[in-house]
């Protein structure tokens, strides 16, 4: 974001503890002000460089149009994200101030906790954990400046949030879609169904046929079998046909 060399960043050595919360006894906290210049101060962090304090009124009117940009970390959990599921991202507020008020804003850290079992075989064979931060404002409150060396024009502060959050993200495994399908015979069954379609298809169709055009000897029969038989060859074209136009309605559906 182009902030190196021209935004005030924490070094990175820096190392700090939150705990508590302003209604315990002990605390431990972050806090950042932007107070008016002071040449004591100024003389501190520049030593050497004869680097001089404006006056109140320039200090003032600068203030008056002047806005604050506050950058920091935040992290989100995707759940949809199996590789890196803690998200980083930058969050940044503006702030606006004013000559004569003090304004302050507290936000809260929270430390949170994911427990994902992404194993696609069985969730109790693998359980990563990971651990998260996200910062949420608290309370924001103005006031009338009266000490102007001491009273801050922004007071930025961070504390520990003291409740916690857990997360549990559990994959869908193979034992749950055997238990959602009706078990391992259930797959077996569709399996087998689904190899012997074929088979059943072709005993249909060859059924079909024998019963088509198997002939009996005529020579043997009596001569009511003859008469039935007669009769039959008679109606066995209007029989092809019914079966014809049922095959036909078979292979229809099947398309």
């Not at 005030?8 to 700090?16: A, H, Q, R, V």
């Not at 600068?62 to 991202?89: G, K």
């Not at 949170?112 to 194993?119: E, I, K, L, R, S």
Request: proline fraction near 2%; aromatic fraction near 10%.
């Amino acid at each position: 974001m182009g902030l190196t060399n021209v935004g005030m960043c924490i070094d990175k050595n820096f190392s700090l503890q939150l705990y508590g919360s302003f209604q315990t006894q002990e605390v431990g906290f972050l806090y950042a002000d932007v107070v008016r210049c002071q040449q004591n101060i100024l003389n501190q962090l520049f030593p050497g460089q004869n680097k001089k304090c404006k006056s109140q009124q320039e200090i003032d009117k600068v203030v008056d149009l002047a806005n604050v940009l506050m950058v920091f970390l935040q992290q989100r959990f995707d759940e949809n994200n199996f590789e890196v599921p803690i998200q980083d991202q930058i969050d940044t507020r503006r702030i606006s101030i004013m000559s004569d008020t003090t304004l302050q804003m507290a936000f809260q850290v929270q430390q949170n906790t994911v427990y994902a079992q992404d194993n696609w075989l069985s969730n109790g064979l693998q359980q990563d954990s990971y651990v998260f931060n996200e910062v949420s404002i608290f309370s924001q409150y103005s006031k009338r400046i009266k000490n102007s060396t001491t009273d801050p024009y922004l007071r930025l502060q961070f504390i520990q949030d003291e409740s916690k959050q857990t997360i549990n993200r559990q994959a869908y495994t193979l034992f749950d879609a055997f238990t959602y399908t009706g078990g391992l015979m259930s797959i077996i069954y569709a399996f087998a169904q689904f190899l012997t379609r074929g088979i059943q298809k072709q005993l249909y169709y060859q059924s079909l046929i024998k019963r088509l055009y198997l002939q009996p000897n005529i020579e043997n029969l009596q001569a009511s079998d003859k008469h039935e038989l007669v009769q039959e060859q008679k109606i066995m074209p209007q029989k092809m046909q019914q079966k014809n136009n049922e095959t036909q309605k078979i292979n229809n559906l099947e398309t």
